[in-house]
């Protein structure tokens, strides 16, 4: 089997209704956006799709595929997964591809391997279960009330725990935490997100803080640049820190966390992030070697396969971007997320896609 085609299909995604804030400094919910589907086809028929979803992508990976990926890939084995990985890494010395650009042929590379068998990505894998419980993940609301209502609600819809993204605000986010654990009770799992908006004095006064109040981890509190912070920031704070979710250099640089002993939870996972499927995987293998958990970061369909196939996973993403919340379609009443049943990985339904793509489709999940 040999790749003849790698193409881009650009595909308009929707904005998020209600649009939605993370905490001051970032940027909050974009769209509408043009992003985009790379797409691998070979001289038996079979293809592979992976979705770039995020603003600038169709010109971003328009870019990659007539400067470098198409030249590379078109007359290779598709199924030489493991040699292409290491030829994106080669490319990627010089060129310093985007970290979420990078993974996008390994992750179509998995989907046609599995649509060749048959199979959804996540039991060509290995298959470990086919449900896990799924947290709430808030984007930033406007004050501590507006939290604690869409803890309850988010509770009630059958959530299974709770993260906040708060405003990086190391005392104001200290005391919005106290009150959600006051709110819920000792029993609901808690996390803290911080989207690396600390130094490590004021990571240091809310770790404290996050300790307190029991939560269950405490993520990127700092730009995943000096591990040497995470390992002084880990030798302070008893609350459990779960880190390298947006560092480059996939399992290499999770290796790193863990050995300076920064990694006290785990170590985050995802396609987008970690190079792909084979990226993530083995990151998440190289934690499970040190026995610490491989968390799946974001809700996208692949990481619906990642948590189905990673032991040391314990929830799935989802996230919660509006005050009157809406339960993720693939979340049943008991907070579970189920394992996909289509072969492959499948395109997410939100997005508007050519007739072309009709067929990588997802069919979402009906639950009694
Ligand atoms: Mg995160």
Known sequence: MKITHVRVVPVKVPAAEPAFKWRDGLPGSSGPYEGAVLRISTDVGAEGVAVFARPGAATMLQDLVDRLLRAELVGQDPLRREYLWHRLWELDRIDEIPLPALGLVDTALWDLAARLQGLPL??????????????????????????????????????????LHAWGDARRDAKLSQALREHVGGDVPL??????????????????????????????????????????????????????????????????????????????????LRGGVTGAMRT??????????????????????????????????????????????????????????SPGISLPAFIDYPAELSEFVEELPVFP
């Open 122 to 163: 996540w039991e060509v894998l290995g298959g470990f279960r086919d449900k896990i419980p799924a947290y709430a993940s808030t984007s930033t609301f406007a004050n501590i009330p507006e939290f604690l209502d869409v803890a309850t609600q988010c509770l009630e819809l059958g959530y299974q725990g709770i993260k």
């Open 284 to 341: 998440a293998h190289l934690a499970d070697s040190f026995r610490l958990r491989a968390e799946p970061h974001g809700s996208d369909l692949p990481t619906h396969h990642l948590c189905m196939a990673v032991p040391n996973a314990t929830y799935f993403e989802s996230l919660v971007t509006s005050t009157a919340v809406v339960r993720d379609p693939h979340i049943d009443a008991n907070g579970m997320l189920h394992a996909p049943t």
């Open 191 to 272: 996390m803290y997100d911080g989207s690396a908006g600390f130094d490590l004095p004021d990571a240091t006064y809310l770790g404290h803080a996050l300790a307190d109040a029991g939560y269950l981890w405490y993520e990127e509190p700092m730009r995943e640049f000096s591990i040497t912070a995470y390992r002084r920031l880990a030798e302070t704070v008893r609350v459990p820190l779960l880190v390298a979710e947006t560092s480059d250099g996939a399992h290499m640089n999770s290796a790193d966390f863990i050995a300076a002993g920064a990694a006290t939870f785990g170590v985050r996972i995802s396609t987008n």
